[in-house]
């Protein structure tokens, strides 16, 4: 008996730094994002593209660096076109964003499944062209190019899953810009891929 519970006490302590190893998440993480973009100001629609440095603080706790791109792709909304314009919407905004970030996992799962939320100041390198319509007697539009290099505030919820590879999770985020008193901004709707990097 007391043979068996030695061995039982050694495969314990033998097996206890392969669970423990398990349950660490990984030091650095890389995440790469595609997604759909709203331009809510402008009533513009687009894409957005993301890119992710995850370092782990603590147990719930991490650090994001993040450098993302947007590019409207159309309106969404009916507008009095300018007369120059020849029928088309020449309405567009971009930006290249670059965000720190401090992230939080509310829920975390054995089976893998996370939900987190983050929040940090972000940096936007950009601007577009809008159309603005006066009204003196009859409608009167023009457009109105704005160029942007200011701070503003990103939140973000993210849900976060195991795939069949145990390199990479998949993750779905919904996050918002705001800026100049306006928040959302902008509205992301965002697919990701996280993969490990380095040892934990």
């Known amino acids: 008996m007391k043979t068996h519970r030695l061995l039982l006490i050694l495969l314990i302590f ?3 730094p392969i669970i423990s190893h398990a349950q660490v998440k990984p030091k650095l993480q ?3 994002g595609l ?5 809510g100001m402008n009533d513009l629609y ?6 992710e440095l995850n370092v ?12 993302s791109f947007y590019q409207s792709l159309g309106s969404y909304n009916e507008k009095i076109l300018p007369e120059y314009s020849n029928g088309k919407n020449n309405e567009q905004s971009s930006g ?11 829920i975390q799962r054995p089976s893998g499944f996370n939900l987190a939320f983050s929040a940090g100041p972000s940096l936007q390198l950009g601007g577009g062209s809008f159309i603005r319509s ?19 505030l990103i939140i973000e919820l993210e849900a976060e899953w195991n795939s069949k590879n145990p390199n990479r999770k998949n993750a779905v985020s919904i996050s918002a810009f705001g800026a100049d008193n306006s928040i959302p901004w902008y509205l992301n ?3 990701k891929m996280r993969f490990k990097v380095g040892k934990k």
């Open 56 to 67: 782990r603080l603590g147990k719930r706790t991490s650090f994001n660096a993040g450098l």
């Open 134 to 152: 006066f009204y003196s007697g009859q409608p009167v539009s023009n457009y109105i190019v704005n160029k942007y290099q200011r701070i503003g």
């Open 30 to 32: 890389y995440t790469v």
């Open 14 to 16: 033998a097996l206890a």
């Open 35 to 39: 997604g759909s973009s709203i331009d």
């Open 96 to 106: 290249i964003f670059i965000t720190p970030s401090l992230k939080y996992d509310i």
């Open 46 to 51: 687009g894409i957005n593209f993301s890119n």
């Open 189 to 191: 709707a965002t697919y």
